[in-house]
C-alpha cells in the first residue's frame, strides 16, 4: 500500500496569518490531488499537479508538486476564516497495470480563527 | 446536473443488522468508488465499480461487506451484522473516465451502530 503522510495533522491560526501544509510519500504518483473538505459534506477537488515541479495558483493558494513527483506543498498566504476545512492530498496508484485508484492522506484540519 | 447522491444521508442501526448504503453517481458517470472515514481522519478507498464489474476491492474487509453496482438504479454498498467499529461515513464517488480526473464526491451517509 502506497501511503500519503500529511503535516501537520491539526492547525489553528489567526486571519491574516500564512500556513503551509505537505504531504509526503516515497511512492511516485503519475498526478496529485488536492481537496477540502467541509462538516458533513464530501470533498471538493482544488487541483490537479502532474509533472515533477509544477506549481499552480489558485487565489491565495499555492500547490506545488516535487520534481520526483512524490511530494506536494499547499501554501495558503493571509489565510481566512473562510479557509478552515479538511485539506486532503490524494494520488493516484496503478492497480492490475491498468485501473487506477485515489488513495488518500490523513489529511490536515485547519482551523482559521477570526 | 445532479451531483451524486447518496442516501441515506444517516442510518443508525443496532449490533447484527444489516446497513444498505445507496449512491447514484452523476450523469454521464459510469465509474463509482465507495470510501470511509472516522472523523477527523482521511478517506479509505473500499472499492471501485463500473456498471455490473467490481474491477477493485482491495479495500473492502473480507467479511459482512459487499459492494454491486447494477446495470440499472444505483450502486450498493451493503453491511452485514453491523458492528460499533463499521460506525463512520461513508462517501461515494463518480468519475467519467477511469483514474487521472477528478473525483465526485456525494455528502455522504454517516452511520452510527448502536
Known amino acids: 500500500t502506497q501511503l500519503l503522510e500529511q503535516s501537520p495533522q491539526f492547525l489553528s491560526i489567526q486571519e491574516g496569518e500564512n500556513l503551509t501544509v505537505y504531504c509526503n510519500s516515497s511512492?511516485?504518483?503519475?498526478?496529485l490531488q488536492w481537496y477540502r473538505q467541509e462538516p458533513g459534506e464530501g470533498p471538493v477537488l482544488l487541483v490537479t499537479v502532474v509533472t515533477g515541479g509544477e506549481v499552480k495558483k489558485l487565489k491565495r493558494l499555492t500547490f506545488q508538486f516535487g520534481d520526483a513527483r512524490k511530494d506536494s506543498s499547499l501554501h495558503i498566504t493571509a489565510a481566512q476564516p473562510g479557509d478552515t476545512g479538511l485539506y486532503l492530498c490524494?494520488?493516484?496508484?496503478?492497480?492490475?497495470?491498468?485501473?487506477?485508484?485515489?488513495?488518500f492522506g490523513s489529511g490536515t484540519q485547519l482551523t482559521v480563527l477570526p | 446536473n445532479a451531483g451524486v447522491m447518496q442516501n441515506p444521508r444517516h442510518l443508525v442501526r443496532r449490533r447484527g443488522q444489516e446497513a444498505r448504503l445507496r449512491c447514484s453517481p452523476m450523469k454521464g458517470h459510469s465509474h463509482v468508488y465507495w470510501y470511509r472515514q472516522l472523523p477527523e481522519e482521511g478517506l479509505k478507498f473500499m472499492v471501485y465499480?463500473?456498471?455490473?464489474?467490481?474491477?477493485?476491492e482491495s479495500g473492502m474487509p473480507k467479511e459482512r461487506f459487499s459492494a454491486e453496482f447494477p446495470k440499472e438504479g444505483p450502486s450498493i454498498l451493503r453491511i452485514q451484522q453491523v458492528v460499533r467499529g463499521d460506525s463512520a461515513a461513508y462517501f461515494c464517488?463518480?468519475?467519467?473516465?477511469?483514474?487521472?480526473?477528478?473525483?465526485?464526491f456525494g455528502e455522504g451517509s454517516r452511520l452510527t451502530v448502536l
Open positions: 465499480l463500473q456498471k455490473e464489474n467490481i474491477i477493485d
Open positions: 511512492s511516485v504518483f503519475s498526478s
Open positions: 490524494a494520488g493516484y496508484t496503478f492497480f492490475s497495470g491498468s485501473a487506477r485508484q485515489l488513495t
Open positions: 464517488a463518480s468519475s467519467p473516465t477511469t483514474g487521472a480526473g477528478e473525483l465526485f
